[in-house]
């Protein structure tokens, strides 16, 4: 069944028309407290009503110490010190205030955008509990696209939920095969309930989640670069860019 924004109205939107980041929504920073802001500070613009976010050649590593060699030009919604330990061993080394800019319970998200092919690059948008407790840090992945996964007439998209510190999540995450090309503009959205989380491409639906984060969560945007070791990909292709256009929050109409 196709995705129905019957019952829902918007709440947040972005267009991007404006020369500058509207950041009553988005923070400019990547988990910035396992790190520093300037580190995690991503790289991006704005023209043509689209965001850019970008890796540079001379970008460095958001975090070496805990996250190796990966560089990160990332936008969140929120942020709460010590939120997302994705490993063991992490220390925080600059406390962040904590900033609630949007932290829908429930909704419909979706958001527009073209990836990019590059096989060192991997884009996403998702969803993250603010970790204002330990068990609220389940995240909701309405999507990433690996350019090693993507072709031209399709792509491995994946999608789903991973639990991190939450008890009541179980790990129910797959790569889903879609015949579409992701270098392309398409929508990719979510709607998330009390019980079940569904997801969509171009308002088809692709998966469905019977469990359900039953807490706040906020949104992470970003592009990803991967490299094994300390010298930094050398390639004419830079600046590489995740293109984004639109995105949307609805919630329930009272």
Request: proline residues 7%; contains cysteine; hydrophobic residues 40%.
């Amino acid at each position: 069944m196709s995705l129905s924004k019957k019952g829902y109205e918007l709440e947040v939107q972005d267009s991007f028309g404006d020369d500058r980041l509207n950041e009553r929504l988005w923070l400019p920073c990547y988990l910035p407290h396992w790190s520093s802001r300037q580190a995690s500070r991503p790289r991006y613009a704005l023209h043509d009503g689209m965001l850019h976010l970008r890796i540079d050649q001379d970008q460095q590593p958001w975090c070496p110490e805990f996250d190796g060699w990966l560089r990160v030009s990332s936008l969140q919604t929120a942020l709460v010190t010590g939120q997302h330990r994705w490993r063991d061993g992490l220390v925080v080394r600059e406390a962040q205030p904590d900033v609630a800019l949007y932290t829908p319970r429930y909704g419909l998200f979706e958001l527009r955008a073209r990836a990019l092919d590059h096989p060192a690059n991997m884009v996403s948008l998702w969803m993250i509990g603010t970790g204002d407790v330990p068990e609220h840090s389940a995240e909701i992945c309405v999507f990433e696209i690996f350019g090693r996964d993507a072709h031209r007439a399709h792509a491995r998209v994946g999608m789903g939920v991973h639990p991190f510190g939450d008890p009541a999540i179980e790990d129910e995450f797959s790569l889903e095969d879609v015949a579409i090309d992701v270098t392309e503009f398409h929508s990719y959205a979510v709607e998330w309930t009390a019980d079940q989380v569904a997801f969509y491409i171009d308002e088809s639906p692709i998966k469905l989640v019977c469990q359900s984060p039953a807490y706040p969560m906020q949104l992470m945007l970003g592009l990803y670069e991967f490299a094994d070791g300390p010298k930094l990909p050398q390639s004419e292709e830079y600046p590489k860019e995740f293109v984004v256009d639109l995105f949307r929050g609805y919630r329930r109409r009272p």
